[in-house]
Each structure stands twice: as structure tokens, then as C-alpha cells.
């Protein structure tokens, strides 16, 4: 069935580190791929998104690129922030019933 | 900018009370859905909709039911609480077409004793 895996969190950086989230998926067809955050006592917030192979998905500094052949839309930041502690979602958005497969959510820590 | 408003940020109810969460948006979006978020199981759709008087269950529809008479409402209603429906309830809205993103609202955080 479909699903989208994330790596287990949490995830404790230094601020000015540099961040990578990985995200694989399991979707038939051309499923669109997200990043939501989620800061606490929050809503999800879309972060950015792809829609098909090899597109890149940027917002904040953050990055992600859409690879079909590895199934893959890892995150990824030059420079955390603590601001950027929250909880991050990727997320597959199906094109044929247009329900999102959601992953379990990676938390992310930047300590000063 | 779309914005999805929940009608309470924090609830508190007793075993066996009828509650409802009510969820608007502001975008004219056909689709809108609700999902519940637990710790160690992630987000999990309960109901959804595609347009007014229209309903789909999702992944978890039982001890849950909707109602959508307005475009912009969308409603989820517990008929009899329990305390395992205790949780982060999530509204969400869509509009058409396949790559359109899901807009979240703020969430409620339901507690049932």
C-alpha cells in the first residue's frame, strides 16, 4: 500500500548546522510531495512542495527534490536556526483521490 | 491567504456528551477534511468531504460523524464521548485539481474525562 517513511527523531542540531530529514515513499502513479511544519500547540503549515520528477521545492532555505528513481524527497537546510525547532512532516499527496499519506513526523531540537 | 478557523482551541468534555468541532474556511475550497493526531500514531483522516451534503469516511470513521451544509463548514461530531476520543483534532481544506496542498487550521485539543 502506499506509505512515506521518515527518519526517527528526534533530530538535535547546533545552531548554524546543517539539517537533513530523509523521506521515502511508497505511491502508485505521480503522487505530489510536501513538507508541513508543525510548531507546537499549532496547525501543520505547508513548508514547500514538488508536483513531479526532479522538481525542487524551496522556502526558508529550506530544500527539497522530488526523485522518482530513488523514491526519495529528503529535507534539507544550510543553517538551522532554534527557530526552526518543530515538528516535520512529509507527506504524499495522492493524485488520483487527493487524500495525503502522511509520514510519522521527524521533531527537530537547535539548541544555541 | 486561505484560512481555516476552528471554532475552540482547548476543550474539555464529560463521558457520553454529544460534542461538536466546527471548522470554516474562507477560500471556497470544494474539499475538506478532518483528521485526529496522536503521539506514536501520527495524523489519521476520520472523515472527509468533497462538497456540501457530501461525506466520505477516512481511515477511523466509528464513533464519528460529519456534516457539511455550507461550502465553507464543515463540522465533525462525536455523538457520544469517550475518553479514548481524547486527542488533537485537525480540520483541513483543499481546492481542485491533484497537486493542490491541504490548508490546516490551528487544532483543537479535546479532552474527554
Known amino acids: 500500500g502506499n506509505s512515506v517513511t521518515q527518519m526517527e527523531g528526534p533530530v538535535t542540531l547546533s545552531e548554524e548546522a546543517f539539517l537533513t530529514i530523509n523521506c521515502t515513499y511508497t505511491?502508485?502513479?505521480?503522487?505530489?510531495l510536501f513538507w508541513y511544519v508543525q510548531y507546537p500547540g499549532e496547525g501543520l503549515q505547508l513548508l514547500l512542495k514538488?508536483?513531479?520528477?526532479?522538481d525542487k521545492g524551496s522556502n526558508k532555505g529550506f530544500e527539497a527534490t522530488y526523485r522518482k528513481e530513488t523514491t526519495s524527497f529528503h529535507l534539507e537546510k544550510g543553517s538551522v536556526q532554534v527557530s526552526d525547532s518543530a515538528v516535520y512532516f512529509c507527506?504524499?499527496?495522492?493524485?488520483?483521490?487527493?487524500?495525503?499519506?502522511f509520514g510519522q513526523g521527524t521533531t527537530l531540537q537547535v539548541k544555541p | 491567504d486561505v484560512k481555516v478557523t476552528q471554532s475552540s482551541r482547548y476543550l474539555v468534555k464529560r463521558t457520553g456528551e454529544k460534542v461538536f468541532l466546527e471548522c470554516v474556511q474562507d477560500?471556497?475550497?470544494?474539499?475538506m477534511f478532518w483528521y485526529r493526531q496522536d503521539p506514536g500514531l501520527g495524523l489519521r483522516l476520520i472523515y472527509f468531504?468533497?462538497?456540501?451534503?457530501?461525506?466520505e469516511k477516512g481511515d477511523i470513521p466509528e464513533g464519528y460523524s460529519v456534516s457539511r451544509e455550507k461550502k465553507e463548514r464543515f463540522s465533525l461530531i462525536l455523538e457520544s464521548a469517550s475518553t479514548n476520543q481524547t486527542s488533537m483534532y485537525l480540520c483541513?481544506?483543499?481546492?481542485?485539481?491533484?497537486?493542490?496542498?491541504?490548508?490546516f487550521g490551528p487544532g483543537t485539543r479535546l479532552t474527554v474525562l
Open positions: 483541513a481544506s483543499r481546492g481542485p485539481g491533484p497537486y493542490n496542498e491541504q490548508f
Open positions: 505511491a502508485t502513479g505521480y503522487p505530489s
Open positions: 514538488a508536483t513531479k520528477a526532479d
Open positions: 507527506i504524499a499527496g495522492s493524485s488520483n483521490t487527493g487524500k495525503l499519506i
Open positions: 477560500m471556497d475550497h470544494e474539499n
Open positions: 468531504s468533497y462538497d456540501v451534503k457530501m461525506k
